[in-house]
């Protein structure tokens, strides 16, 4: 996506609709663009209102130095990228987390990166992945149990996903 194709006044009319504050806010960005993101979200965060927790989304190629340069301006860290730019997740933990900032672990989309996030500390995570695997389930109940159980396996606390 290039800058003039982000749909800004969608964007604009669905932050107003927000029924309530969200935990985390990611400001506009563009996905795997570096520093350029790294420009147009700063850009952005200037004309976004005040009071929501605005985390700037990291991609692949972009400058510690010149987030960290900026991070000033927002409540946390976003982890976008690719598979191979999530490697390098803890680097962006420390740095938001040195800065008194929180770290999201964007599409911890497996049970290795819902891990990892734990264990390098991520203050917060998404996914799709156990919604997406429960949504065969007929009842709420066992989506329920179905998610809670994903959940499980990935964090290693039952004791049938630890037989593997």
């Known amino acids: 996506m290039?800058?003039?194709d982000f749909p800004e006044s969608m964007f604009l009319r669905r932050l107003e609709a927000?029924?309530?504050?969200?935990d985390v806010a990611v400001?506009?960005?563009?996905p795997m663009a570096g520093n350029d993101s790294l420009h147009f979200s700063v850009?952005?965060?200037?004309?976004?209102?005040?009071g929501m927790p605005w985390h700037l989304a990291v991609q692949d190629n972009a400058s510690p130095v010149l987030v960290e340069k900026n991070l000033d301006m927002f409540s946390g860290l976003f982890l976008g990228g690719s598979a191979?730019?999530?490697r390098q997740a803890s680097k962006w933990c420390e740095i938001a987390h040195r800065n008194g900032k929180t770290f999201h672990y964007g599409?911890?989309?497996t049970h290795?990166?819902?891990r990892d996030a734990r264990l390098i500390g991520a203050?917060?995570?998404?996914?799709?992945t156990p919604v997406l695997r429960c949504a065969d389930d007929q009842t709420k109940v066992n989506t329920s149990r179905a998610l809670t159980r994903w959940v499980e396996e990935a964090l290693n606390t039952n004791p049938q996903g630890s037989l593997f």
């Open 112 to 114: 290795r990166r819902v």
């Open 18 to 22: 927000l029924p309530r504050k969200p």
């Open 107 to 109: 599409c911890a989309s």
């Open 2 to 4: 290039h800058w003039r």
């Open 43 to 50: 850009a952005w965060r200037r004309q976004l209102p005040h």
């Open 84 to 86: 191979a730019f999530k």
């Open 123 to 128: 203050d917060s995570i998404d996914s799709v």
């Open 27 to 30: 400001v506009p960005d563009l």
